[in-house]
């Protein structure tokens, strides 16, 4: 799928959290980013998409959010918990 060129991480990520298969696991991620499951694979529509939402990406000078910031806003755009960004939250919380 990509990586973050396209949707695969986020595909990945309801793979390993929910553990769905990788067709529900597509469907839901493009529900979850209004689109069609045939553009998850491209590169330009997701650049375009990840941008809008501050998912991160391969480019990084052109990337409001990176690293953690990035793993937040994919957690919340898919109802999920990543265990890095609530410690990081925990951290900064005190």
């Known amino acids: ?19 769905m298969k990788i067709e529900q696991a597509k469907a839901y ?4 980013l209004d ?3 045939r553009d998850l694979t491209n590169e330009t529509v997701m650049n375009r998409v990840r941008e809008a939402k501050g998912l991160s990406s391969v480019i990084p000078d052109h990337v409001e959010y990176a690293g953690i910031a990035a ?24």
């Open 1 to 19: 799928m990509g990586g973050v060129r396209t949707s695969g991480d986020l595909v990945a990520w309801m793979q390993l959290t929910k553990r």
């Open 29 to 32: 991620v493009a529900q979850k």
């Open 35 to 37: 689109m069609n499951v």
């Open 71 to 94: 793993k937040s806003k994919i957690a919340k755009l898919l109802d999920i918990t990543i265990h890095s960004v609530d410690l990081y939250e925990k951290h900064m919380n005190g």
